[in-house]
DNA sequence: CAGTTCTTTTGACATAGATCAAAAAGCACC
DNA sequence: GGTGCTTTTTGATCTATGTCAAAAGAACTG
């Protein structure tokens, strides 16, 4: 979905507002194994998705690619802390598939938002969206069995599992590949 | 620390948007045990906490208590998705010591955040700590061992193991009480 | 399409942490 | 200061999930 269009689902937009998004949003085409951000960067870009799939991701102390999120169509992706703190991100953002992105930049949201009340009331939307998710994840994390865990998010995000690999997803569950093959073989009898 | 102290921290405030501050937040008071929410209602009060401990915790399907979260002098709490979404909370919140706080409603809040644009920057600053926070669990409840989770508790709020019983702090970590105790023998020795 | 490499599955074993049960230690209230 | 609660500790198993290793399957690449 356009990113107009889905902003218009939030709140209504003036004229004015409505130029100022189309300026200080940039439409982006990137291909799939690309890095939007790399750890140590400073991530100064907001992304609306408007087609594809993102994944955040960290490497652990023993050197693990731990993923702590998937992003797609209709979300909004960035490294909260290094884009609101200015701070070195201790993410990586990878691209699995070819996405079409809007990116704004640090600088030109702060101008909109002071424009443009409605900016103002999509950045909390934006944030609140964000909050909710990893909130959801922490009441998963916290006490369900690696199987909930699982149906979970073929639940609420099912394409997922089709898009993203294997390795991916079990840590973003929190586990090993091998447990969630071992998962998806029980399942499936 | 009192509400305005904090918010000047924050960022520089106007005398008007001092005044709606002073006039819009409700100083409180209340004993332990109190529940400022319980599951089921909508949670229409942002609460500032001058001095105390609140948990945030729900029921699970298993019945049990799990701990969500804890939140100290200087922070904000509320349960984000029922505040800004008018919708039932799936959470309690109970406090755990006396406390002193400041409350605004959400009608308030918008009153607030409409009128002082400071208003509107603390806002998104409470949202950006409640986020960050929130950032640290899953990357802590996704690849750390249960005695590693500890540490980061005991080193990012060591207070908590103090003032909070036992129960709530092993759920809050995702662990059971005699699994908690148990790290607490081996540690001393 | 044969060879190389990456991804997923399967197997055998090890272990952190759960569960159940009971003892010990703290607290509160007559 | 004893009697009854609640909270914490300790002990003995049990189980889900991790680890290591190897096989099987897909997916690129020249």
Chains 1, 2 share one sequence.
Do not use: W
Not at 30 to 41: A, D, I, N, S, V
Not at 46 to 65: A, E, H, T, W
Not at 88 to 94: F, W
Not at 108 to 117: F, G, Y
Request: proline share 2%; glycine share 4%; charged share 20%.
């Amino acid at each position: 979905m356009d990113l107009l269009t889905y902003f218009k689902l939030i709140t209504t937009i003036s004229a004015e507002a409505e130029n100022g998004i189309v300026t200080g949003f940039k439409q982006q085409q990137h291909p799939r194994k690309h890095h939007l951000c790399k750890q140590g960067q400073v991530v100064n870009q907001l992304y609306y998705i408007q087609s594809g799939l993102v994944r955040m991701y960290y490497i652990n102390k023993q050197g693990k690619d731990v993923t702590y999120g998937f992003y797609t169509e209709q979300q909004f992706v960035t490294v909260p802390d290094s884009f609101f703190g200015h701070s070195a991100s201790r993410y990586y953002l990878e691209l699995l598939e070819d996405c079409a992105l809007y990116a704004v930049s640090y600088q030109e949201m702060t101008r909109l938002r002071e424009k443009h009340s409605e900016l103002q009331l999509i950045e909390n939307h934006v944030l609140r969206e964000l909050l909710l998710k990893v909130s959801d994840r922490i009441v998963a994390l916290q006490f369900l069995s690696a199987e909930e865990r699982y149906i979970k998010l073929e639940e609420s995000q099912p394409s997922i599992l089709q898009r993203a690999p294997l390795g991916a997803i079990a840590s973003y569950l929190g586990i090993t590949q091998e447990t969630l093959s071992r998962i998806r073989a029980r399942r499936l009898s």
